[in-house]
């Protein structure tokens, strides 16, 4: 099905700025015009549950999405000198550029730009396999998981994360780390390449 309206009326996102909509209000736009299929799989991305999606363009970002992350574990397993191997996903496919773009990902001076970086290659990916099908659901989808991403950084705050830093160093003094590990894993469990 094409949805040339729906994709012409998607506002533009930019990556590190506050996203123009939310995700609840683009579930509610596209609710009326997606086919069923093509809304359950909104669903599914807006509740993080990417990998339960079965769609061709959703199969096509998860394998370039585990490209990119067998790529962060070879350098992360290069880094401490361990083997990667374990760590790897089968995916179908195989892009040079993502290689390269991670490993200039991980030169950046320090963890956030690293991130960034990272978030921006994923950015770029979508761009790609949306030109597939410029009118079809993808670009719909891509809209989505890009929306998820401009969200996550737009609830990143230097004071906020200043406080977590001072509770992990407060706990870490008492002993007691495995607490706020936790909450930072539940807090990045539903980022991509986290």
């Known amino acids: 099905m094409k949805y040339y309206y729906l994709v012409a009326s998607l506002p533009s996102l930019v990556l590190g700025e506050p996203p123009p909509l939310n995700m609840e209000r683009l579930r509610f736009s596209c609710s009326t015009v997606l086919e069923p299929e093509d809304m359950a799989e909104l669903e599914r991305i807006a509740a993080g549950r990417d990998e339960e999606c079965s769609g061709a363009f959703m199969q096509a970002w998860r394998d370039a999405e585990y490209q990119l992350r067998n790529a962060v574990a070879a350098v992360r397993a290069h880094r401490r000198n361990v083997e990667?191997?374990?760590?790897?996903?089968?995916?179908?496919?195989?892009?040079?550029?993502?290689?390269?773009a991670v490993t200039d990902a991980f030169a950046k001076p320090n963890p956030a730009e690293r991130e960034m970086a990272l978030d921006r290659l994923?950015?770029?990916?979508?761009?790609?396999?949306?030109?597939?099908?410029?009118?079809?659901?993808?670009?719909v989808l891509a809209f989505a998981l890009k929306l998820r991403m401009a969200e996550r950084w737009a609830r990143l705050?230097?004071?906020?994360?200043?406080?977590?830093?001072?509770g992990f160093v407060?706990?870490?003094?008492?002993?007691?780390?495995?607490?706020?590990?936790?909450?930072?894993?539940?807090?990045?469990a539903a980022v991509p390449g986290a």
């Open 157 to 166: 705050d230097a004071a906020a994360g200043r406080r977590m830093l001072d």
């Open 84 to 100: 990667a191997q374990p760590h790897l996903r089968e995916h179908r496919g195989f892009r040079v550029w993502i290689e390269k």
């Open 122 to 139: 994923r950015w770029q990916i979508l761009d790609e396999l949306s030109r597939q099908d410029p009118f079809g659901v993808g670009p």
């Open 170 to 188: 407060q706990q870490q003094a008492a002993g007691a780390v495995e607490p706020l590990i936790a909450q930072a894993e539940a807090d990045t």
